[in-house]
């Protein structure tokens, strides 16, 4: 019997993945949970086969407590979901000790083929970011200007670059404004930009959000 947790912030998303996962695995046994820190009281709580975690939750990230259920389950392999740019995001997922990483704009079919996957015991990502991690084998590469960004700071701008506002961005991950402006300003620097439409223009242009 498979059991699976999803933890997402929006229902809809959520009885969506909960319809591909029944359809492919008749006898799944599904939790849900609507943001990382209650993914993780159920983690520890009780076993699993698989956990789907989104990246962008309220409060901590999918991404922000992987680290805790390696320390909690290191046998439990981990999928996360982003609707950001997965050229970016993957690496630093699968780095990060998760399993796999997949595109919410991917199709069902490839959500149950990185499942199967992943079960099998390999780790997935989209036959796109495959290439082009290949390709970058032996190359050397110069490090791109949003390399330096911490996991948070780089979902953050990928939001601003969405058209987020401050108070949206708050809002939505559980933060004070303060502290969105904080990571605004840090990101700016880092950056070396001056506005969140030069963010837009580069996070386009790099593949960091559609």
């Keep these: 019997m498979l059991k699976v947790l999803i933890a997402d912030d929006h229902a809809m998303i959520r009885e969506g993945l909960k319809q591909v996962l029944r359809k ?6 599904i939790g849900e949970v609507q943001n990382a820190e209650e993914a993780l009281e159920l ?3 009780k076993e699993w086969d698989l956990a789907v975690l989104d990246i962008t939750m309220p409060g901590r990230s ?8 390696k320390l909690a389950r290191p046998k439990l392999p981990v999928l996360i ?16 000790g998760a399993a796999g990483f997949i595109s919410k704009h991917s199709a069902p079919e490839e959500l149950v ?5 992943i079960l099998s015991g390999g780790r997935y990502v989209s036959a796109s970011v495959a290439e082009k ?14 390399e ?6 780089l979902q953050v701008m990928c939001m601003f670059a969405m058209g987020k506002t401050n108070k949206q961005l708050a809002q939505e991950l559980s933060l004070s404004v303060k502290t969105i402006s904080t990571y605004r300003a840090r990101i700016l620097e880092k ?6 439409a030069e963010l837009t223009r580069y996070a386009i242009k790099g593949g960091l959000v559609e």
């Design 24 to 29: 492919a695995f008749s006898d799944a046994v």
């Design 62 to 69: 999918g991404l922000d407590i992987l680290q805790d259920i």
């Design 81 to 96: 979901m982003s609707m950001h740019g997965e050229d970016q995001f993957a690496l630093r997922v699968l780095k990060a």
């Design 43 to 45: 983690i520890r709580k």
């Design 148 to 153: 330096s960004l911490s996991d948070r700071e």
């Design 113 to 117: 083929k990185a499942i199967r996957k």
């Design 133 to 146: 991690m290949v390709s970058d084998l032996g190359r050397e590469t110069q490090n791109l200007p949003h």
């Design 191 to 196: 950056m070396n930009m001056k506005s969140n």
